[in-house]
């Protein structure tokens, strides 16, 4: 279904039922490139590392003013502002001589951009976690108040959920990013085809009980983007996880970022849905995956009011209780 009649089916929807929809007052999941990542990305994306050319809204020099003039269209109040810092130290780009320097100037970026608007932006550092510099990065920043959480991404950090030396290396970042007090955003999906139950199950049982309650935000409902196979699967294990024994999970929530995408099946957006209903509504929250998502009036009216779930529960997802840092 075209994003248009999308809208529209949305629209009849709401008509219908006599409600007005109002999007997100904060968006859990934004990026801007600092400059020292916009330097290094020519490189990266040229990497024959990647499977995938790189989009080219990733790649566009937009600023803090770009994002604030999209949330400002769409009545985002707060954006999370998750640093890009991983990139420097992604096996999927050329080795960076400097890769340290690189990601504490992109870190430092992101956290400069939300001391001065502090108003509107919660700023998330990232490293590699498996770089040797990633506790050192996170210890850096103990204590600064400007700094809400960590963003980790497994697929471009070649982490791998089913080595124990590398789950040991993420655990420990866990557990730092947690001693900081911050939220841990995860892009949790790796690089393995077959990714799914086998890797949720690792994480719940040796890695999340290192982030000792602090909140951990599984990005986009524990994919990367879109509705595939193994992201069922994966979210489904989250589901019997959830039904099982729900004290385990406390902390978790997802991120519907780039979810529910144009190009997904009815049947996978259906199942999707019921996934979500299983976990519960108020287990998931807003997220646009700035810059991929464009004018996010557009894309939240579209994408979190589609007819998979009821208004009511599109609310609970979008719900602007959560104040930043706590989703």
Not at 2 to 10: I, K, N, V, W
Not at 141 to 148: E, N, Y
Not at 184 to 210: C, K, N
């Amino acid at each position: 279904m075209s994003t248009f009649l999308r809208c529209a089916t949305a629209l009849a929807l709401l008509l219908s039922t006599g409600r007005s929809w109002a999007g997100p007052a904060i968006d859990h999941h934004m990026h801007v490139h600092s400059p020292a990542i916009l330097d290094i990305l020519p490189a990266y994306c040229a990497s024959p590392k990647r499977k995938s050319p790189c989009d080219p809204r990733f790649t566009a020099p937009l600023t803090a003013a770009d994002a604030l003039k999209a949330m400002d269209g769409a009545g985002i109040r707060t954006g999370w502002l998750m640093s890009t810092a991983y990139l420097a130290e992604s096996p999927l780009g050329p080795p960076q001589p400097d890769a340290a320097r690189v990601v504490r100037e992109a870190n430092d970026f992101t956290v400069a951009l939300a001391r001065s608007r502090p108003d509107r932006f919660a700023a998330f550092v990232s490293v590699n976690p498996t770089a040797p510099d990633a506790l050192a990065e996170i210890a850096r920043w103990k204590g600064d108040r400007a700094v809400t959480g960590l963003k980790l991404h497994l697929t471009n950090s070649g982490v791998d959920l089913r080595d124990p030396a590398q789950i040991a290396k993420l655990a420990a970042v866990f557990h730092a990013a947690a001693a900081n007090g911050w939220t841990i955003m995860i892009h949790m999906r790796t690089g393995a085809a077959d990714y799914g139950a086998r890797d949720v199950e690792a994480f719940i049982d040796q890695v999340l009980p290192a982030a000792g309650g602090r909140p951990v935000v599984i990005a986009h409902a524990a994919g990367w983007g879109g509705i595939d196979a193994v992201t069922l699967d994966a979210l489904g294990a989250f589901a019997d996880a959830f039904e099982k024994d729900p004290t385990r999970l406390r902390n978790v929530r997802f991120d519907l970022a780039q979810v529910f995408k144009d190009n997904a099946t009815p049947e996978d957006r259906a199942r999707m849905a019921g996934l979500i209903r299983r976990i519960g509504p108020d287990r998931f929250v807003a997220g646009s995956d700035w810059p991929f998502a464009g004018d996010l009036k557009t894309y939240f009216a579209t994408a979190y009011a589609g007819p998979e779930l009821s208004p009511g529960e599109w609310a609970i997802v979008t719900g602007s209780t959560r104040e930043k840092g706590e989703p």
